[in-house]
């Protein structure tokens, strides 16, 4: 069996009109590199027929596998899945939607044979993006360094290259609630970064929706850091003493004989505790379910099939 020196992996959903154009812009830099490869393609469970693109196109090219999720799992575990499935002694993960420029891969090789065991990948953004995205991306990222205690490459992406040594070190991480990026942090190494300027989807709508992005940030905040049930117990550490010197206040106004008209005092009073306790029981909670997660110890994915090489 030859020696895998570069793998490729796609994770891919709903991706059905990209897949053809994505492998030929892939096929294209591949055909200069003077070492064997492999293509790895996970479809996460998609409604469309993505897998039978992918077996298309593994039928004529022996060095293209694929595996299809027995359902959407999520972008995280399908990365996963495929650094799992890989065998390179480089792997490179990008997406499928031709977002991350294939012609940046050769960069990526080059910044490895400099001596980095990951090269991370940034983004840089153009007038095509929504001035929302642009404000939203940097604040998320400010936020989760701020309370992170490893740092997140702001405006990163899962478009990178990793070394066997280092995907060895990041599959060894079992937890089920992924925040791939940080993980990449924490786990160390030389890690470098090269710029890209990412292109506009070639068909199709993004299945990353607010929603999904929002879940996303959160994953990252509880399973990076600790801290937000730090903040909760500061919290109700202030609000517990500004409650004691606002009772003495009116305990002091009500033996000097004042008259006290409180029910405006007194409601907002309940509203703000009432919404700080809510805030806090969330927060708690957030990291209770991923303890519970955790505990079922079930499988992070399912494979429902696989191309014909692979079955």
Not at 44 to 71: A, P, Q
Request: charged content about 25%.
């Amino acid at each position: 069996m030859s020696i895998i020196n570069l793998s490729i992996v796609v994770p891919c959903y709903n991706e059905e009109s990209n897949i053809a154009k994505l492998f030929n812009e892939l096929n294209k830099v591949i055909n200069t590199l003077d070492f064997s490869c492999e293509v790895i393609f996970v479809d996460d469970g998609s409604k469309d027929d993505t897998f039978k693109e992918i077996e298309k196109i593994s039928l004529t090219n022996n060095y293209v596998s694929g595996i299809c999720l027995s359902r959407n799992f999520g972008h995280q575990i399908a990365l996963l899945a495929g650094l799992e499935k890989s065998s390179g002694d480089i792997v490179i993960t990008i997406d499928g939607d031709l977002q991350h420029p294939p012609e940046v891969i050769p960069e990526l090789i080059q910044k490895y044979q400099e001596g980095y065991d990951i090269v991370n990948t940034r983004r840089i953004d153009d007038e095509s993006t929504s001035f929302f995205k642009k404000k939203t991306s940097k604040w998320f990222y400010a936020f989760i360094n701020m309370l992170s205690d490893v740092k997140v490459e702001p405006f990163g992406a899962d478009f990178r290259l990793m070394s066997r040594e280092t995907v060895d070190a990041f599959l060894s991480i079992k937890e089920h609630d992924r925040f791939t990026r940080g993980l990449v942090s924490w786990i160390g190494f030389n890690q470098g970064v090269v710029e890209y300027k990412a292109n506009p989807r070639f068909s199709g709508k993004s299945s990353y929706t607010l929603k999904k992005m929002i879940k996303l940030a959160i994953n990252g905040i509880t399973t990076m850091s600790s801290k937000p049930l730090r903040i909760s117990l500061y919290l109700g550490l202030i609000f517990f003493v500004t409650g004691i010197i606002y009772a003495f206040f009116i305990l002091s106004n009500y033996f000097s004989g004042l008259n006290v008209e409180g029910w405006t005092s007194i409601l907002i009073t309940i509203l703000i505790l009432g919404g700080i306790q809510l805030l806090i029981m969330s927060i708690i909670g957030e990291y209770v379910s991923r303890i519970f997660n955790e505990t079922k110890s079930r499988p992070l994915y399912l494979i429902k099939k696989k191309t014909r090489k692979d079955s």
